[in-house]
C-alpha cells in the first residue's frame, strides 16, 4: 500500500471517528453538560481553515470561542465568532491563513471554549489537524525523526533526500556535542511554480527553500533528479533548525551571519556563487561589517548573496582558525539569551569588533578594516 493510499485511508478514518462522535456526551466540573454532535476543521491551504461546531449545552451559551495553534508554538490564537445566545450552538469560522500564514505540514490543534450564563465554561476535547497542500498527492518517508514529503520523482531520490538530511543533523550533533529532537518535517515541491504557490504573500524573488525552526520544518523546491540540489539545499536548511534547538532561549535568537554563516558552511555542496562575489567584494574593498550582518539581510538578490557568503566565511574563519571548541562555545553561549556582544567576548576572548578585524585581515581585505 502507497504512503499516499494509506494517508487517504487515515483521512477517512478520522472523519470517520468524527462521525462517530456524534451527540458525544462530555461531563463538566460543575453541573452542566455538553453534548457534541460535529465538531470538524476543513483545510483549504493556503487560504485557511474552516472550523464547525454543533453542539448542545444544558445551559445558556454567552460566548463561543474557538483556540487553535500549530504543534511547537507555544501561542494560542482566540476566535470569538459571533453567535445566538442559547442551548444550542451552530457556529462556523474560517482563519485566514493568507494574512497570518501557515506552511504545509503543520499539526494545527483545536478546541472549543463555551462560557455560559452561570459563568461556567465548558470546552470540547481537543483535536488535530494536518494543514497539507492539497493540490498534491503527496508520498512519505520516514527515518527516526525526520519524515520527508514528495509528491514527483522516483523513491530512490526521496531515499536520498532524507538520507541527506539526517547525514547533516547527525556531523552537526557530532561537531557540536548537542542532541536534536524531532520530529522534522522536510515538504519538497518538485519546482518553483508549485513552490511559489506555496508561499507567504510577498516572498523573496530569490527564495528556493525556508525553514520554521518552531514547527521543526523545512520546505523546499527542488527537481526530481537534481541531487546536488539536495545535497546543498537540505543540508542547509536543517541546519536552521538543529541550531535553533541548539541556541533555544526566550530572549534572543543568533544574529544572522551565525545562523546562516554556520548553515551554509556545513552544505555537503558549497553555493558556487559565494567564493567570487566575496573575492570581487574584497577586492573593491566594499565588504560590510560582522555587526552590519547582525540585521536581516536585504531583500536584493545580489546583496543578499553577498551577506551570505560574507557569513560563511565568517563562521569558516571560526571553525578553521579558532577552532570547531569555540564555535560550539559560541553557539552555548547564544543558549543563555545574551547580546551578540557579549557573546562573541564570552566564546571568542574578543569583542564583535575585533572578530570584525581578525576576519577581514585573514580575508586580506585592503579596506579599512
Known amino acids: 500500500m502507497s504512503s499516499s493510499t494509506r494517508a487517504r485511508l487515515s483521512l477517512a478514518l478520522i472523519l470517520a471517528l468524527v462521525a462517530l462522535a456524534a451527540s458525544a456526551l ?6 452542566a453538560t455538553l453534548t457534541v454532535h460535529l465538531s470538524e ?15 448542545d449545552v444544558s445551559e445558556p451559551v454567552t460566548r463561543v470561542e474557538l483556540r487553535y495553534f500549530p504543534d511547537g508554538v507555544p ?3 482566540v476566535a470569538r465568532p459571533q453567535t445566538r445566545t442559547g ?3 451552530d457556529v462556523t469560522h474560517t482563519v485566514d491563513l493568507l494574512l497570518d500564514y501557515l506552511p504545509p505540514a503543520v ?17 470540547t476535547p481537543e483535536q488535530r489537524l494536518f494543514y497539507m497542500d492539497e493540490q498534491h498527492d503527496w508520498k512519505s518517508l520516514q527515518d527516526g525523526i525526520v519524515t520527508l514529503y514528495y509528491y514527483a520523482g522516483n523513491q530512490s531520490f526521496a531515499q536520498q533526500a532524507l538520507d541527506t538530511t539526517v547525514r547533516a543533523i547527525e556531523r552537526f550533533d557530532r561537531a557540536f556535542g548537542v542532541s536534536t529532537e524531532g520530529p522534522i518535517r522536510v515538504v519538497m515541491y518538485a519546482n518553483d511554480r508549485d513552490f511559489r504557490a506555496a508561499l507567504p504573500v510577498g516572498s523573496d524573488d530569490w527564495v528556493g527553500g525556508f525553514a520554521e525552526p518552531d514547527l521543526g520544518l523545512i520546505v523546499v523546491a527542488i527537481q526530481p533528479g537534481d541531487t546536488g540540489e539536495v545535497a546543498r539545499m537540505l543540508s542547509h536548511e536543517v541546519v536552521h533548525v538543529v541550531m535553533a534547538q541548539a541556541t533555544a532561549n526566550p530572549y534572543n535568537a543568533p544574529p544572522p551571519w551565525l545562523n546562516e554563516g ?28 560582522v ?34 571548541d ?21 566564546a571568542l576572548g574578543i569583542s564583535l569588533d575585533e572578530l570584525d578585524q581578525e576576519w577581514k585581515a585573514w580575508l586580506g581585505y585592503p579596506g579599512d578594516a
Open 26 to 31: 462530555f461531563s463538566t466540573a460543575g453541573a
Open 41 to 55: 476543521a476543513i483545510p483549504d491551504f493556503p487560504n485557511g481553515i474552516t472550523f464547525r461546531l454543533q453542539a
Open 75 to 77: 501561542v494560542i490564537n
Open 87 to 89: 442551548t444550542h450552538v
Open 107 to 123: 499539526d494545527v490543534r483545536y478546541y472549543w471554549q463555551l462560557t455560559l450564563a452561570s459563568g461556567e465554561s465548558v470546552r
Open 262 to 289: 554556520i548553515a551554509s558552511y556545513y552544505q555537503e555542496v558549497p553555493d558556487d556563487r559565494f567564493a567570487p562575489v566575496l573575492q570581487r567584494a574584497v577586492r573593491e574593498g566594499r565588504l560590510d561589517t
Open 291 to 324: 555587526r552590519a550582518l547582525n540585521s536581516a539581510f536585504p531583500p536584493d538578490p545580489a546583496a543578499a548573496i553577498l551577506a551570505y557568503a560574507e557569513s560563511e566565511s565568517i563562521a569558516r574563519f571560526i571553525i578553521e582558525e579558532k577552532g570547531t
Open 326 to 346: 569555540a564555535m560550539a562555545d559560541l553557539i552555548n553561549v547564544f543558549r543563555e539569551g545574551v547580546s551578540y556582544d557579549e557573546a562573541v567576548q564570552r
